[in-house]
């Protein structure tokens, strides 16, 4: 996979998105979400992706999770051309490689938060106890360590935002996705959860590709891409 | 096993539709239990058929006797080895107590026992009941059940006209009988034999027989045996019907219709009510968790292990609804016989208990349902795409 992303010549890229066409079919209709994106997001880097609704911003989120596959081109993140690979090994590389962070949070509400950042881990082959204390370092990143034994209705939507923040981080992926993560926050925990992507970034060197609306939040990231009805904006 | 207890925690997300399945569940485990072991008791005397024994009853029914003259004739047939005159005594120890119901019939001991080796009697019991005019021989079970030993002299009352006389019948247990249940599987070890001789004697000489049990040398004639007997009394008021002793145990069975056949149909449809209800509460619990599934597959779930959670959830519906069900049907069959009304018409089955072989078809016919309900919600969450659930959030 490495040399792959060699012959491109993007070795320094995390992310590297290369002639990506999505097209979406209903009934005999062709839809282009996208047509034609190249974008080459640097390892540590904090992108913004900006545009109008329906502009294809989330589908190329998707596509860079690897939650979705391109009609055509190329998505080569952390090494790997996810456009190639089948459901399981798709399954498997984005539990090692890619921390997603929803817009809703999208907690299990039966779990404790501390039991919600393991989640993932339960895909490895650490014990228990282990993956309890990675989840509770987690937490403690996320500055939530005394509330690890909460369910998530029992947190306010900053808390839970934190909590989801932690899940995405706690497998030490390469790449951290955002979708809209303060689109469902007030302007203080919006700003809360902005300062922790940040730390992120600066501190542990996440690569961040962020979907958003917000002018202010974007201007957190070290660049900010436009996409308008599926073009990626020059500029 | 490190996913079990994230089952276990979505089945408590709603307890109250979670409880409520498990107690469907459990109902039709339940049911199907207790049906199987009323086909199982039912049916089970059958085992115990011998096919070189034949019964010879009145043609019209059960419940008109046979003149004992037929005795001597039955037993010139060619073919016949030997004959015992049975009738059924229906004696209790308190007629006011009709509970405590076990079969008692009045026989001529040395022919009867010499057809049914399956009753196994110590030599010197043995010798002394047939000696002894008001001798008996109770099974283990009786014996254990209403604590008589050897030399206890015990009184029945017979509900039946003919065998009233005013008084209770006084018999002494000279013998206990038992069985070998791997060489004679389903002896019935409840019964207990007295002398026909003294039914007669303390009637008045005015009773008949109930039936014949009549043992052949081959078994391959029983059919023109058989025959021959019933012709022998064709012109007779009181006319014969002879079959197999299998034959005459099913027919008995069968006087209430096809019980198999009825319970079992019983079963059938209660068990697909309960599959459907399952699979409803399991494709409901499923579509609430759309978002939840699209997070575990974003999380890099795989497919396989999504579908294998949901249908681990409804296995363990499954298996807490059988294991409700298998103890409420084991508390009822044991319940059933003290219950006034329904108790009378199921205390005549012997060894009526929930077997290790029922309580298991029991659990597997639970756990089948559980998976078989939860299989089609567990392939939708298999197939269902990220994108497509997280666009639905």
Partial sequence: ?235 | MKYVPFILKHLRRNWIRTSSTVMAMAVCIFLFCTLQTFIKAVTWNLQSANASRLVTRHNVGLIFPLPLAYEARIEAVPGVKRVSILSWFGGYRDINKRTEFFPNMAVEPETYLAMYPEYLIPEDQKQAFFRDARGCIVGRDTAKNFHWKIGDTVQLESFIPTYRIGKPFEFVVDGVYDSDPVRYPGTDLTQMFFKYKYLYEATGRQVQAGTYTIEINDPNQAGAISKTIDSLFENSDAQTHTETESAFRAGFTSMIGNLTLLLNGIAIAVMFTILLVTANTMSMAVRERRTEIAVLKTLGFPSGLVMGLVLGESLVLGALGGTVGILLGSFMIKALPHLPFIGDAVRGFPNLGMSFFVGGLGMAVALFLGVFAGFVPASLAYRARVTELLRQI
């Fill in chain 1, 1 to 235: 996979m490495a040399t792959m992303a060699t012959e491109i010549g993007t070795a320094a890229a995390t992310v590297n998105v290369q002639n990506v066409r999505k097209v979406y079919h209903r009934d005999s209709q062709e839809i282009v979400v996208l047509d034609g994106i190249n974008l080459s997001v640097p390892q540590g880097e904090f992108v913004a992706l900006m545009g109008p609704s329906g502009s294809g911003k989330t589908t190329l989120l998707n596509l860079i999770a690897g939650i979705d596959r391109p009609t055509s081109g190329s998505v080569i993140v952390a090494d790997t051309n996810v456009a190639t690979l089948s459901e399981g090994a798709l399954a498997k590389w984005r539990s090692h490689n890619v921390g997603f962070i929803f817009q809703f949070y999208n907690l299990i509400p039966v779990l404790t938060a501390v039991e919600n950042v393991a989640l993932p881990l339960m895909l490895s082959p650490l014990s228990g106890k282990q993956r309890r204390e990675r989840a509770l370092t987690a937490l403690k990143i996320v500055g939530l360590a005394d509330r690890s034994q909460h369910y998530p209705k029992q947190l306010s939507g900053g808390q839970e935002q934190r909590v989801a923040i932690a899940r995405a981080i706690v497998t030490d992926p390469k790449v951290l996705v955002a979708d809209e993560p303060t689109g469902d926050l007030d302007a203080k925990s919006a700003e809360e959860i902005l300062n922790l992507m940040q730390t992120l970034n600066q501190e542990f060197k996440k690569t961040i590709v962020m979907v958003t609306h917000d002018p202010r939040a974007a201007q957190r990231a070290h660049s900010q891409k436009h996409l308008e009805k599926g073009v990626l904006l020059k500029g």
